[in-house]
């Protein structure tokens, strides 16, 4: 349910359209001006470190917002995870996609014909997220980075709060989908945690209304507050749904959250060893997952990171893993490079040539053969399907990119009735 605007352009030629003079960076946890905007932009452009900030006020943001839209070079794309997996699916000419989030004008004309919004959720002002770009060895000032990234900032409230998330579930009826994608819990951080304990409730509550007969995928998103995970984990949502979709940084944060298997590890080195993560996949579906003692609809699990992809499935609930899991890894390298199909002199492989499938029990030992790129092994009723990803080498746009992985990866699933 969380869609916007991105408006992506350079931070310097934004600043300087603003009238704002260089400076000393600072860090600031909330924008509340411009000033606040000008000293957290030359603080991480400094550090050539990425970050995502709120504007609070609203007037002075969509100012800003008005004059980025309209600065020539600027470039306007459909933004957040629902209208992202929604547009990658609509791709499809024989797929008609419901998408329900906080449509305006502009996003309205971006979206594809097959994107169907109903009247509630349309409103008259698009929620803009500005992506504030800078390059390798880019001035402003006495600031130089180090490094190409972005600094992106909103003032983005109807996200924020899951505002069209009743509208969409009472929307399902007419429609009649054959699967629902639910994405935007992670905006909800920005709330109080009272709001944010009201809200997820009635998240549950609205989620726990969508006919059983009805998959249903959870993409998650980066997130910072532990306990925040703690709840979506335990405490109702995982068990509603029947598969998700996240990256190695969520997979990580919910082992620490949840002090699940390999938790003392601060962060990833290099490729994320597979072992590992197989172990912390088996985990949740384990501990989470549908068993045969436990109320919870969790089959299925796509992982991707940007050396390799693996789908984890609880057996007897899925068919076609290896076509999903390859179509993903597809998607990575066609839309990152932007090209139709993969063209072999702008990726390379990344993924590790041999692995232990796990490094807690005694593992398995696999070399990949490039004639069978998919391997399948398995684990107590749990089937794993790895594929390495061709990994574009000049990347020409990476924002969205898990939601295609994730998008292309249900469209090749089936699912078995039950």
């Given at each position: 349910?969380?869609?916007?605007?991105?408006?992506?352009?350079?931070?310097?030629?934004?600043?300087?359209?603003?009238?704002?003079?260089?400076?000393?960076?600072?860090?600031?946890?909330?924008?509340?001006?411009?000033?606040?905007?000008?000293?957290?932009?030359?603080?991480?452009?400094?550090?050539?470190?990425?970050?995502?900030?709120?504007?609070?006020?609203?007037?002075?943001?969509?100012?800003?917002?008005?004059?980025?839209?309209?600065?020539?070079?600027?470039?306007?794309?459909?933004?957040?995870?629902?209208?992202?997996?929604?547009?990658?699916?609509?791709?499809?000419?024989?797929?008609?996609?419901?998408?329900?989030?906080?449509?305006?004008?502009?996003?309205?004309?971006?979206?594809?014909?097959?994107?169907?919004?109903?009247?509630?959720?349309?409103?008259?002002?698009?929620?803009?997220?500005?992506?504030?770009?800078?390059?390798?060895?880019?001035?402003?000032?006495?600031?130089?980075?180090?490094?190409?990234?972005?600094?992106?900032?909103?003032?983005?409230?109807?996200?924020?709060?899951?505002?069209?998330l009743e509208v969409f579930v009472s929307s399902l009826d007419e429609f009649q989908p054959d699967l629902v994608v639910l994405s935007g819990l992670h905006m909800m951080e920005g709330q109080s945690k009272e709001m944010r304990q009201r809200r997820l409730m009635e998240a549950v509550a609205s989620i726990s209304d969508i006919p059983t007969d009805i998959p249903i995928h959870l993409e998650l998103a980066s997130m910072t507050d532990q306990d925040f995970m703690s709840n979506i984990m335990h405490q109702q949502v995982f068990p509603l749904v029947n598969s998700i979709g996240l990256n190695e940084q969520e997979l990580l944060f919910l082992t620490q959250s949840a002090s699940g298997p390999h938790a003392s590890l601060a962060s990833w080195s290099g490729v994320p060893d597979v072992g590992v993560v197989s172990d912390i996949l088996f985990w949740i579906l384990k501990e989470h997952g549908k068993m045969a003692d436990r109320a919870s609809d969790l089959t299925r699990i796509h992982f991707h990171t940007l050396a390799y992809h693996i789908l984890v499935t609880v057996d007897g609930y899925w068919g076609n893993q290896v076509a999903a899991v390859a179509a993903g890894a597809r998607a990575a390298g066609t839309q990152a490079c932007a090209t139709e199909t993969i063209d072999t002199s702008k990726v390379f492989l990344k993924a590790p040539l041999e692995f232990v499938t796990s490094q807690i029990e005694a593992p398995s030992k696999i070399s990949l053969n490039p004639d069978e790129p998919v391997v399948h092994w398995h684990r107590e009723g749990i089937s794993f399907h790895f594929t390495p990803v061709l990994v574009c080498k000049d990347p020409i746009r990476t924002v969205g990119l898990g939601d295609a992985i994730s998008a292309e990866g249900l469209l090749y699933s089936e699912v078995y009735p039950q």
């Open positions: 349910v969380n869609a916007c605007v991105d408006v992506v352009l350079s931070g310097v030629k934004l600043l300087e359209a603003l009238g704002l003079e260089p400076g000393d960076g600072k860090n600031h946890a909330v924008l509340n001006s411009r000033q606040d905007l000008k000293e957290a932009f030359a603080h991480f452009m400094e550090k050539g470190a990425a970050a995502e900030r709120f504007f609070s006020d609203a007037e002075s943001f969509h100012h800003i917002a008005r004059t980025a839209s309209e600065y020539p070079g600027a470039q306007l794309y459909v933004g957040g995870n629902a209208a992202l997996i929604g547009q990658k699916l609509a791709t499809n000419p024989d797929l008609k996609i419901l998408l329900c989030g906080p449509v305006g004008p502009k996003l309205h004309e971006l979206l594809d014909d097959n994107v169907v919004v109903p009247p509630e959720s349309m409103q008259e002002r698009d929620e803009f997220h500005l992506i504030l770009e800078y390059q390798a060895g880019e001035e402003w000032g006495q600031v130089r980075a180090p490094n190409a990234n972005r600094f992106i900032f909103s003032h983005d409230l109807s996200n924020g709060a899951l505002n069209m």
